[in-house]
Nanobody
Framework: QVQLVESGGGLVQAGGSLRLSCTAS????????MGWFRQAAGKEREFVGT????????YYADSVKGRFTISRDNAENTVYLQMNSLKPEDTAVYYCAGGRGIMRTMTSDGVEDWGKGTLVTVSS
């Protein structure tokens, strides 16, 4: 099992930027895909994006495409989510996730390990 710890959440004004980090420990981080999901209050958890084990392939949800960028540093066991042009509707708890099935399913079904989440609040 992998332990995932997110950081970097906070309060930002609309149009601003934040970078989330997720550091992994407990298993070989570089062997599986990583992803980001988010859950707004009163809504289901939704897929944000995913990156392959070597960083060569990245997919995004349509709602964040062109504004968010996922990257990873396997030497540091860390995956990042750079969020630009933030909107109030991006307000949510953001979860880091790992699993070999994330890229295939782009849903929670593909997740083997979850972080505890970090809150991002975008004010209008």
């Amino acid at each position: 099992q992998v332990q995932l710890v997110e950081s970097g959440g906070g309060l930002v004004q609309a149009g601003g930027s934040l970078r989330l980090s997720c550091t992994a420990s407990g298993r070989t981080f570089s062997t599986y895909a990583m992803g980001w999901f988010r859950q707004a209050a009163g809504k289901e958890r939704e897929f944000v994006g995913t990156i392959s084990w070597n960083g060569g392939t990245v997919y995004y949800a349509d709602s964040v495409k062109g504004r968010f960028t996922i990257s990873r540093d396997n030497a540091e066991n860390t995956v990042y989510l750079q969020m630009n042009s933030l909107k109030p509707e991006d307000t949510a708890v953001y979860y880091c996730a790992g699993g070999r099935g994330i890229m295939r399913t782009m849903t929670s079904d593909g997740v083997e390990d979850w972080g505890k989440g970090t809150l991002v609040t975008v004010s209008s």
